[in-house]
C-alpha cells in the first residue's frame, strides 16, 4: 500500500480546489481505501486517454497505454510529492509511458503523400478558419498527422494546443525549464507550419 | 518595438503568455503588419486544426476495468497446487543413469567368447588354422567335425 510522504499534507491544504479535491481523495488511498482511486481516474481520464490516443493514433493501444498508466500512478502514488499538480504528475507518466510504448512498437507509418491524397480534403477542411461541424473522425485524423511529426514535437504541441497547458504546467510535465518549453514550443510549431504549409497557404488564397 | 522582436513574441503573445502591456503592443503591431498577421494566422490556424480534437468521453467502463486490474494485482498471488510428495528430477534421472551402468557392468562380467567358423576362417592370423583353433578350444573341434584324436 502506497504511503503519504512527509510535508505533502501542508503543501496540498495550502492550494486551492482541485488541489484540495485530490489531496482528498489521495489521502483516502493511501489510507487503504483503494476504491476511492476511482475518483481519481473519472477526473483524469478523458485527459489521460486523450494524450494517449494522440500520441499513440491507434484506439485501442491508447486505452491500454492509458490503463497502464493509471496503475502506475496508483503504485507510485506515494512518490507523490504534492510539488506541483496532480494532473501535471499524471501527465508525466502518460508522456514517459507513451514513448516507451512508441519505441517498442517502432511501427511503420503511411508516408505524409500517400496521407495527403487519401485525406488531403479532409484535414483542408481542418484547418479551414471556420469549420460547420466537427466531423466524428477528426481525433483519428489528427492522430495521423501527429504521427508525422517526431515525439517531442508531438508531446509538447498536444500539451499546449490540445489539453491547454500553461507554459509553467508543461515544464512540469515534461520535467524541462520553461526556457525550454518556450523553444521546443517554437520548433514544434514551425514543423507543424512546415508540414502542412500547402494546405495553409491554399487557405490564405 | 523591432519586427523581429515582435515575431519573437508572436507566439507568447498567441498563448496569452506576455503581460498585459506586451500584449498591447503586439496587438497594435499585428493591426498595421500584414506580413506578421500572416504568420500569426498560418498557426492560429495549424494550432486551432489541433485544438478542435474532442477528449475522448468519460467511461464508467474503463474506470471499472482500472480498479479490477489494480484490484487483481493486489490479491495474494495463489499457492502452486503440487501433487502429493514428489522426488527431486535430479534424483530419478540419476537413478535411471546408475542402474544403465549396472547393467553394462553384468553384461560384461558375462561375456562368452564367440568362436564360429567365420571368425576362424576369415582370421587375420594364417597359422591360427581351425587345427589351432580346435586345440585351443575343443568346442571348435565339434564344430568343424573333428575328433580330439585327430587334434
Known sequence: MPQLPDGAAAFFMSGTGEKIKDFEVILKVLSGNRDAYADIVRRYQERVRGYCLSMLADEALADDAAQEVFIKAYQSLGLFKGNSLFSTWIYRITSNHCVDVLRKLKRKTVSWEALLEKEGEKIEALVAVAPEKIDPGTPELIAKILSHLSEKTREILILREMHGLSYQEIAESLGCSLDAVKSRLKRAREELEMKMRHLLELKDV | ????????????????????????????????????????????????????????????????????????????????????????????????????????????????????????????????????AAYENPDAGQMFGMSKEEV
Open chain 2, 1 to 132: 518595438m523591432e519586427h523581429q522582436e515582435i515575431r519573437e513574441r508572436l507566439l507568447a503573445f498567441r498563448d496569452m503568455e506576455l503581460p498585459e502591456g506586451e500584449r498591447r503592443d503586439i496587438a497594435f503591431h499585428l493591426e498595421t503588419c500584414a506580413e506578421c498577421r500572416g504568420v500569426f494566422s498560418r498557426w492560429e490556424r495549424a494550432g486551432s486544426a489541433l485544438r478542435r480534437t474532442p477528449l475522448p468521453a468519460a467511461s464508467e467502463e474503463f474506470v471499472s476495468r482500472v480498479l479490477g486490474r489494480i484490484e487483481a494485482m493486489e490479491e495474494p498471488a495463489e499457492e502452486p497446487v503440487t501433487a502429493g510428495w514428489q522426488l527431486p528430477r535430479w534424483i530419478v534421472m540419476g537413478l535411471g543413469y546408475a542402474f544403465g551402468v549396472f547393467l553394462m557392468f553384468i553384461a560384461i562380467a558375462n561375456r562368452q567368447p564367440v568362436l564360429n567358423a567365420d571368425s576362424v576362417l576369415l582370421s587375420e592370423m594364417p597359422q591360427h588354422t581351425q587345427w589351432a
